[in-house]
């Protein structure tokens, strides 16, 4: 079982949709979260942080359940440019060290 | 400024071929990984530096893998007797190294290598 595991999609929303991405973790010491964007053929980028508190960025809200070991991220009023893969990525090691990270989840926002 | 760069972009070699990629952090980050991406697989960490304390190897997949970073700058990741497995992206990341909120590690745009 990998140690972060995401559905892969692809998921395929009209413009203008509401999406949600799951993650779940098995490493009960994973102390840091986040979500990554991922365009075709190019280098991860730090989407958002995700806090125990939930936290909202504009569009995407991201939430995190330690005692279940899930993260989530909602993407609203979905734009064409939102059409990338999403890695759910936990650090074990605070706020350094190597990431852990999911296989990702296609989004593909039609017009 | 200048972000994390990787050379060569490409890189196709025959099996059992040794190579060498490159790649050079963001100025004044003190921390470096490299991680490889296969085809349809997600990120796996390779090796991490930090300052000059020793590095955490534990992700390298082989012995034929082994990575240096001189005057803790610039890092050179090898792969002797290369295998077709050994195919994938080879992607570098900086970061600082600081207390206090997570330090965003930046990534470069990686290496692709292909094993023939």
């Known amino acids: 079982r990998k140690e972060v595991e995401q559905d892969p999609g692809p998921f395929n929303v009209p413009e203008g949709a509401t999406v949600a991405f799951n993650c779940t973790y098995s490493n009960s010491a994973s102390q840091s979260f986040f979500w990554y964007r991922q365009d075709c053929r190019k280098e991860p980028k730090l989407l958002m942080s995700?806090?125990?508190s939930g936290n909202e960025d504009g569009r995407f809200t991201a939430q995190l359940n330690r005692a279940s070991q899930y993260i989530s991220l909602l993407i609203r009023d979905s734009k064409l440019s939102d059409s990338a893969t999403y890695l759910c990525?936990?650090?074990?090691?605070?706020?350094?060290?190597?990431?852990?990270f999911g296989q990702g989840t296609t989004l593909q926002v039609k017009p | 400024g200048a972000g994390v760069s990787q050379s060569p972009s490409n890189k196709v070699t025959e099996k059992g071929k040794d190579v060498e990629l490159r790649c050079d952090p963001i100025?004044?980050?003190?921390?470096l990984y490299w991680y490889r991406q296969s085809l349809g697989q997600g990120l796996e960490f390779l090796i991490y530096f930090q300052g000059n304390s020793a590095p955490d190897k534990s992700g390298l997949p082989s012995d034929r893998f082994s990575a240096e970073r001189t005057g803790g700058s610039v890092s050179t990741l090898t792969i002797q007797r290369t295998q077709q497995e050994d195919s994938a992206v080879y992607l570098c990341?900086?970061?600082?190294?600081?207390?206090?909120?997570?330090?965003?590690?930046?990534f470069g745009p990686g290496t692709r290598l292909t094993v023939l």
């Open positions: 990525v936990v650090n074990r090691s605070g706020n350094t060290g190597k990431l852990i």
């Open positions: 990341a900086s970061s600082l190294v600081s207390s206090g909120d997570y330090n965003e590690q930046f």
């Open positions: 995700v806090y125990s």
């Open positions: 100025s004044g980050h003190t921390a």
